[in-house]
């Protein structure tokens, strides 16, 4: 049993070390005096050395015993620190958050969700990862993130194996090159919208959106002309600057003011989109927290 000892004898050694009495000590320990006796002398034979110089009628440390007691209280304090630390990690509150996003929620509500989210539970470290639905996706496959934004077109499903979280709905809007004969009116007309050149984002990174904006045309009996594709809503308006084409893009993207672009609205496209957060079924308690305070920053006014 040599080396040997427990977390009870180091309270025990520790209540003698500061009391220097065994009656004291036991009293404070809500024992009575042999059992700590016994104690401490198992706690010596366990560590190799005497921890106290006993005589009738005093009992001092030992430079062992001394050299024991401020290890022996930080250790005591580390443990008393593990129960709270255990539950705040299994209530979320602790631990860490990787976190995908798209783009366009980064110019919406996203910064302030994650500013009072860091504000309400600092425990919790966040890894946060700009990429699209496919990236994001790959990323969950590959277990490096617990829970991302996403951009679809309105009322869409989560993908199978996945819960969400609807937090943003909103119109698309159009941009237009400031310069363009449909940026002069506030709202222009929707057939001749339709007729300009295109810029839009791969199929592959929000396929709901993708195909809504296709179905338009079709209801239209128009026929999209895709001048450029890109997967970035920055890059997006950027082409739509150069003269590239027009795009549709979230309400939320039109903060991003651009020299050379406008945005219009056109409510009977009758376009929406919606971001929503999403998770796997199988999750982990920090990021039902992260669920939780975005539902209830998301309803706020």
Not at 21 to 47: C, K, S, Y
Not at 125 to 148: H, P, R, W, Y
Not at 186 to 194: F, S
Not at 265 to 280: F, K, R, V
Request: charged letters at 15%.
């Amino acid at each position: 049993m040599s080396g040997v000892f427990e977390l009870r004898q180091l309270r025990q050694f520790v209540a003698l070390a500061e009391e220097l009495h065994f009656g004291r000590a036991a009293a404070r320990l809500h024992m009575t005096q042999p059992p700590l006796t016994i104690a401490i002398r198992q706690l010596e034979t366990a560590l190799g050395a005497s921890l106290f110089h006993r005589t009738r009628r005093s009992v001092v440390l030992s430079p062992a015993g001394a050299a024991l007691l401020p290890e022996a209280r930080r250790l005591l304090a580390d443990a008393d620190r593990l129960g709270p630390l255990v539950r705040a990690a299994a209530e979320g509150q602790l631990g860490r958050l990787r976190l995908g996003f798209v783009s366009s929620v980064g110019y919406g509500p996203l910064p302030g969700w994650l500013k009072s989210f860091r504000e309400a539970y600092p425990g919790v470290q966040l890894a946060l990862k700009e990429a699209t639905l496919d990236v994001q996706l790959a990323a969950f496959a590959a277990g490096e993130i617990d829970a991302g934004f996403v951009l679809h077109a309105a009322g869409a499903a989560p993908p199978p194996g996945f819960e969400s979280l609807r937090v943003l709905h909103e119109r698309l809007a159009l941009a237009v090159p400031s310069d363009h004969p449909l940026a002069a009116g506030t709202t222009p007309d929707l057939r001749a919208a339709l007729d300009e050149p295109l810029v839009i984002f791969p199929r592959p990174i929000t396929p709901s959106l993708y195909d809504a904006l296709l179905s338009l045309y079709s209801a239209h009996q128009a026929v999209p002309q895709i001048a450029q594709e890109a997967i970035q809503m920055q890059t997006i308006v950027n082409l739509v600057s150069a003269g590239m084409g027009v795009a549709w893009v979230p309400e939320s993207v039109t903060r991003l003011q651009r020299p050379g672009v406008v945005y219009r609205a056109l409510p009977a496209s009758g376009l929406a989109c919606d971001t929503s957060l999403i998770w796997p079924v199988s999750r982990q308690p920090v990021v039902d927290r992260f669920i939780d305070h975005v539902r209830v920053q998301a309803a706020s006014p």
